[in-house]
């Protein structure tokens, strides 16, 4: 395995075509997925909103819906046919939801992909495991994306603090360290802008044990830092055959969680040709079934691929309202054999993500916003930071959308609650 972008670029290089994967990226995907009669019954692992939103589009298509979520009445269930309330790794009640269903398919990338190799003499599985293997592994990502020869920022593999001090001399400051493995919103991170903050990573949780050990520094990726303009994200799906990308949108993180997007993103069309392209080779690269969403950084210099999540995503949910197709129905055609068609985006528009501080607010405005498209994702437990619901707004001018969503003062950041 490529352990540099160097390495895998050179790899990408090497290559005959934009087609070529990486050894922890070979893609399962039937060359053509079978066409799912109506009736037939389809399997979400994970039953949180995006399960929900999938179950919703195969509803009207007439596909029976199976959860399995450890959470009893969790957001998919309530919309869907059968739930078996299990861990996600539960082998037994993988294989029962398995022998329940016709396809198997999941909502977030962190399932147990052995459990699901499991059952793939089963049931299908049109997505494959290899996607989430690779999707699990920030390096194993890395090297895949960089196989399609697509850009990210420059990384190294890193697994001591021997090797973090060598290879920090190559990447340059400020750089960031990353576990490869399990992070998530800004955990198992740490920015290094100086040589001082090595010294950080020394006597941090995540690093700091290594000291007495070196088999305890967790395998890292080292990665240059990108000074881009903004944050934007891609959003493509395909069937093995045939791919198509949604339009490039503009994202808004606070607290490294996604606060808005408007889509599309305002850039060139060399910029948005670019973003559709890459889209398309990753999508090969997958040899896709079902859903990417590629998030970038937009720089001066193009666009840098950050990370890849393997499903539908927080920042195409504004396709509902703006699209002919939308990101769940494109999700669910591109598992059952159903044809597929570049989508179109009828409108402009913005969404805004309702956490659970963003609730009571949301509700109590609701009555005087006839422009509002309000989600509520049906979760019982309004904690802080939690994604309840979203809003999306069509509109002629993302930007003043979003200034008169922000004037309501529902998003505005209360330190009494932030400290929760
Ligand atoms: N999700 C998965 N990866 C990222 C996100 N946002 C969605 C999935 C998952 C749900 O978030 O739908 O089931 C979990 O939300 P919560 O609030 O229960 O943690």
Known sequence: ?????????????????????????????????????????????????????????????????????????????????????????????????????????????????????????????PQGTEILRATQDRIAEKTFINSCGVKTARWESVESFEELSEKIEKIGYPAVLKTSRGGYDGHGQQVLKTPEDLETVRTSDVWGNAGQSEKKFPVSILEGFVDFKFEASVTVFGDGEEYFAFPLVKNVHKNNILHTTSAPAEVSDEIARQAENLALKLAQGFKLAGTVTAELFVTSDGLVVNELAPRPHNSAHYTIEACDMDQFDAHIRSIAGRPLRRPKLLSPAVMINVLGQHCEAVCAQTPEHPEWNVHDYGKTDAKYNRKMGHITVLTENPARAVRDLELTGIWEEREDKAAN
């Not at 309330?85 to 009640?93: I, K, N, P, Q």
């Not at 190799?117 to 599985?125: G, L, P, R, T």
Request: net charge negative; aromatic share 6%.
């Open 1 to 125: 395995m490529p352990t540099s972008s160097e390495a895998a670029q050179s790899q990408a290089a090497q290559a005959q075509s934009s087609q070529i994967k990486s050894s922890q990226a070979k893609s399962e995907t039937a060359s053509s997925v079978p066409y799912l009669k109506p009736g037939a019954a389809i399997g979400i692992v994970g039953g949180g909103q995006l399960g929900r939103m999938m179950a919703l589009s195969a509803k009207y298509m007439g596909f029976r819906i199976g959860i399995l979520d450890p959470t009893e009445d969790c957001p998919a269930a309530q919309v869907g046919d059968f739930q078996i309330v299990s861990d996600y790794d539960d082998r037994e009640a993988i294989k029962q939801l398995a022998e329940r269903c016709d396809v198997l398919t999941y909502e977030f990338e962190n399932v147990d992909a052995d459990a699901l190799d499991n059952v793939a003499d089963i049931v299908a599985i």
